[in-house]
């Protein structure tokens, strides 16, 4: 392999890494505010328990998204220097306020979230709470800003070769900001709901619940059962804002090599690029022009109109049809979870088995979802790294392909054997009721009894 697509391993390897905890930590830091809220709200010890158990998995997390992004970091000094180069002006300040508003608000309250409770006031935990919750979203906010821009740019004049910003407001809410945003931040609650849902459901299977696993299974299959549609919505809104200004990427993914009308919408096929054909094709006739753009003889541009233009076909086009899988396969679980467990009042204990092994089997779902979502997105962005204005292989650097292979090498190793301590930890931790139970007990211990709210009416009290 040459040095650039060796050095365009690497980052995938680094991105795909780093993306799977920032995915799980911005939505968890609000159902943790919600957790903190329902205790205060209730003072059911389940909460809190819940509360407690969660705000562990979240600092893990946390710790591992922080050193994996700074890897991010050193790469565009190692093997991009020529983007820092020419895009440095737009792409330092989106960077530099992540850090200030996101990273020093997390970093600073997140003390206060693990340490605080009993130390301080129950509402300067809570806002505590928010804040850490509020800067991962903020974080998420600068980085899919800057992601964007490099898919639309806008707002900014190129002078002898250097990107100069024109309009920061046109920067930061490019084109397909909106909808990349908002589908980021309902695939991480997405990852987050079956998360929970599925070591709750694990810990069920293995005899190991407690009290707050049945209000973490209800959440879970709520959460998802309630964001599924919203994804679907939004995701057809981003589909058409790609569609208008990245055509290329959409005829990639679709499989469309010629410009036409009524185009099919392919379940499956193995794109042959050479021939510049599908092979074992099964399509729907017509219905790719009606979802992508929502009339039944729509135009497609196929790939022929960007010759040398358009990104590789075979791997979006495989990653696209692994996400929406997985996207339709949450809907099916989470809304037949959420009915089963409805007819059997929320009584945990009381779920088929089948349902709950299905729950343990789809914890980490989102994962694999939202790692095809970004490979379709930054694959599809190719050959360029500013889409249109500035082409990838200008700004590889010149490390020797030996080089790269071998700190990518280490980077695989290491990648996987942090994913499966991770995997172990959090199982370990839901396999071992027997801390969470003596806490729940020496927190019910602490409690006086005036401290707890006025008895809610019966309706509620069941909510609860």
């Known amino acids: 392999m040459d040095a650039l697509l060796l050095a365009r391993i690497q980052f995938a390897a680094n991105i795909t890494f780093h993306i799977l905890f920032p995915t799980i930590s911005i939505a968890l830091g609000w159902v943790l505010l ?20 969660w705000t562990k998995v979240f600092a893990l997390t946390f710790a591992l998204g922080v050193v994996s992004g700074i890897t991010m970091s050193f790469q565009f000094g190692t093997n991009w220097p020529g983007f820092m180069e020419r895009a440095g002006n737009v792409a330092g300040p989106l960077l530099g306020y992540e850090v200030l508003t996101a990273f020093f608000l997390e970093a600073t309250f997140l003390g206060v979230m693990l340490f605080g409770h009993g130390k301080v006031s129950e509402r300067v935990h ?40 024109r309009s920061w407001f046109e920067v930061v809410f490019n084109p397909s900001f909106p909808y990349r945003l ?52 939004v ?26 009308r009524g185009a099919p919408l392919l379940l499956f096929a193995v794109p042959n690029e050479a021939e510049r054909r599908n092979e074992y094709a099964v399509g729907i006739p017509r219905a790719g022009s009606l979802i992508l753009t929502h009339e039944w003889d729509g135009e497609i541009k196929g790939l022929s109109e960007f010759e040398g233009r358009h990104p590789p076909v075979a791997p979006i086009f495989f990653a696209f049809r692994l996400m929406v899988g997985v996207g339709l396969l949450m809907l099916a679980v989470s809304w037949v ?128």
């Open 34 to 53: 919600f957790f903190r809220w329902r205790w205060l709200r209730t003072r059911s010890h389940a909460w809190l328990s819940a509360y407690r158990f």
């Open 126 to 165: 809570l806002i505590a709470t928010f804040l850490v919750a509020f800067g991962t979203t903020m974080s998420a906010f600068w980085i899919l800003s800057l992601n964007s821009w490099m898919q639309t740019p806008a707002g900014v004049e190129i002078v002898d070769g250097e990107f100069h910003v």
């Open 337 to 464: 979870g959420w009915w089963m467990a409805r007819r059997r009042r929320w009584e945990a204990g009381a779920l088929p088995r089948p349902l709950l092994w299905t729950l343990a089997g789809m914890t980490f779902s989102g994962w694999v979802a939202t790692v095809a979502g970004w490979y379709v997105t930054e694959i599809g962005r190719q050959p360029y790294i500013v889409f249109g204005l500035l082409r990838t292989a200008e700004v590889a650097s010149d490390v020797p392909s030996p080089m790269i292979a071998a700190t990518l090498t280490a980077y695989l190793l290491l990648y996987a054997v942090l994913t499966l301590a991770y995997v172990a930890v959090l199982k370990y931790l839901a396999e071992k009721p027997e801390e969470v139970v003596a806490q729940e007990r020496a927190d019910e211990a602490r409690t006086p009894v005036g401290a707890l709210t006025p008895p809610l009416p019966a309706s509620q009290g069941e909510r609860a």
């Open 235 to 260: 995701g057809d809104l981003h589909g058409l804002n790609t569609l208008e200004h990245q055509p290329q990427k959409i005829a990639a993914l679709e499989g469309i090599w010629e410009t036409e």
């Open 182 to 233: 908002a589908h980021m931040l309902i695939a991480s609650g997405l990852t987050v709901a079956f998360l929970l849902a599925g070591l709750a459901a694990w810990q069920l299977l293995r005899g190991a619940a407690h009290q707050a696993t049945p209000v973490v299974l209800r959440t879970g299959l709520t959460l998802a059962a309630a964001l599924i549609p919203l994804q679907i919505l």
